[in-house]
């Protein structure tokens, strides 16, 4: 990934639009969002597209989270194609859920003996895996076009899945998740125009603009389906009812096809957080990025008074604002990013994820950190092959205020975690930071987190 596109990423984060944040994630091709608000944070699960991909090649899972809307942690991947004995390839659209402090996670991936989609689910303990599969056959493998689910828990308990491409079907899930109603057995929704409207060249088997990747979500007395509409290049559409099963009525374009940076593809994830709505989305835009190469975006829009969603224009500045500010005198994980010109994530064996892949230059945007009376110090962990190069903190840009230079060392070996510290300017007040790495090539360093300690 980064030979493709770390010179224009670089390029492009020193633009005026020194400000963007779409697409949220910079580190790797990500697709097909699903966000999940669990115990006031926001998880965005993804797909994942292969680096230089040319088919939706794709063979895991991402989760990342963010408290503020801005900064997204990343986790790594929860699961993978590796977790399913049935399955070999195509790790395609997914939704997470909490019940009872269990975490489903419903998937569509590609069936070897079938040799077409189904929709698996996988079990975990924690919003952030990983994810085990609590047996060794899909949840669902009915007919070709199983892909894409979205899975909903109404007020009275019941869950509903949702899924399909060119139809619309869905299970009503028994308590346990991992199972269905099976004398209701998998119910097809009717695609009638009234519904789901039409597009250009309407046949038997795309009777509607619906297309594939609902998003079923409840807002006060309404139900919506949000949809990829029209054929490709897709659009987002939706449809509204008053139950989770409808009937389904239809509601509008809520994003038009992205022209400029777009994928031919998109898919919906709609949440509401610390009082505000949002639409993920995903496109076309990072370097090297394209139809399967997408990107993972975000857009705060409000409901219009009578329940109806709105025209959502996407951006590459983000227009998302902080709904918090990050405390930096916590440990914070170095892959908590706004956005980066270069570094990638990995997992480590002994802490976890951290930032690597850095070269001269690259830097970390960590946005509207609280400063508040002031910093005295910088540490970091860091591991690095050879000492040398510097991790420079600036402020709101990239080449903003300096206000600390923190030098590397080596430790014993390249895997040896070593905390190292500098002074910093006692700066006030809500800031940008910029992480901005200094003759670091060559020298293997990795940076696992930082914090900073209070004057006195
Ligand atoms: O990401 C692979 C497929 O592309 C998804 O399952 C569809 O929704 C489309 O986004």
Redesign the pocket.
């Given at each position: 990934m980064k030979s493709l596109i770390v010179t224009l990423l670089g390029l492009l984060s020193c633009a005026p639009s020194c400000l963007a944040v779409n697409p949220i994630i910079q580190t790797l091709f990500t697709?097909?969002p699903a966000p999940m608000v669990y115990n006031d944070k926001v998880y965005l699960y993804t797909?994942h597209d292969e680096d230089g991909s040319t088919w939706?090649t794709?063979k895991d899972w991402r989760v990342y989270s963010s408290d503020d809307m801005v900064n997204w942690t990343d986790h790594g991947s929860p699961l993978s194609l590796d977790d399913f004995s049935w399955a070999s390839k195509d790790a395609?659209?997914a939704q997470c859920i909490e019940r009872n402090g269990k975490f489903y996670f419903y998937i569509?991936a590609h069936h070897t003996e079938l040799n077409r989609m189904a929709i698996g689910v996988a079990v975990s303990d924690s919003p952030t895996g990983p994810f085990v599969p609590p047996f060794d056959e899909p949840l669902v493998a009915a007919h070709w076009g199983d892909?894409?689910p979205t899975v909903f828990i109404d007020d009275d308990g019941q869950a509903y899945l949702y899924w399909g491409?060119p139809h619309l079907w869905y299970v009503k899930l028994n308590e346990d998740m991992i199972s269905y109603d099976r004398e209701l057995g998998v119910v097809q929704v009717p695609l009638t125009q009234e519904g789901f409207h039409t597009r250009e060249e309407v046949t038997e088997e795309r009777p509607s603009a619906y297309e594939?990747?609902p998003w079923l979500y409840k807002r006060e007395e309404l139900y919506y389906m949000l949809y990829?509409a029209g054929g490709v290049p897709e659009h987002l559409a939706y449809s509204y009812g008053p139950s989770a099963t409808g009937p389904w009525q239809y509601g509008g374009v809520i994003m038009e096809v992205i022209e400029e940076g777009g994928a031919f593809?998109?898919?919906p994830g709609l949440i509401e957080y610390k009082g505000n709505a949002y639409l993920f989305y995903?496109n076309g835009a990072l370097p090297g990025g394209g139809g399967f190469n997408r990107s993972v975006c975000v857009e705060p829009f409000e409901f219009n008074a009578d329940g109806s969603i709105p025209l959502i224009e996407p951006t590459r500045e983000g227009v998302v604002e902080a709904v918090a500010w990050l405390n930096p005198y916590r440990r914070v994980e170095a892959e908590t990013i706004a956005w980066t010109g270069g570094v990638e994530t990995e997992r480590d064996a002994q802490v976890g994820m951290v930032v690597t892949d850095i070269d001269d230059g690259d830097f970390i945007r960590v946005r509207s950190v609280d400063l508040g009376e002031g910093p005295a110090q910088f540490t970091a962990s860091i591991a690095a092959a050879e000492s040398g190069g510097s991790i420079e903190i600036r402020l709101d840009s990239r080449d903003g205020t300096l206000i600390g230079t923190c030098s590397l060392e080596a430790g014993n070996s390249p895997d040896d975690w070593v905390m190292q510290s500098c002074d910093v300017a006692p700066i006030t007040g809500v800031h940008d930071l910029y992480f901005v790495f200094e003759k670091v090539s060559q020298k293997q360093v990795r940076f696992d987190f930082w914090k900073f300690s209070k004057q006195g």
């Open positions: 697709a097909d797909t939706f794709m395609w659209a569509c892909i894409d491409n594939e990747g990829p593809t998109n898919h995903h």
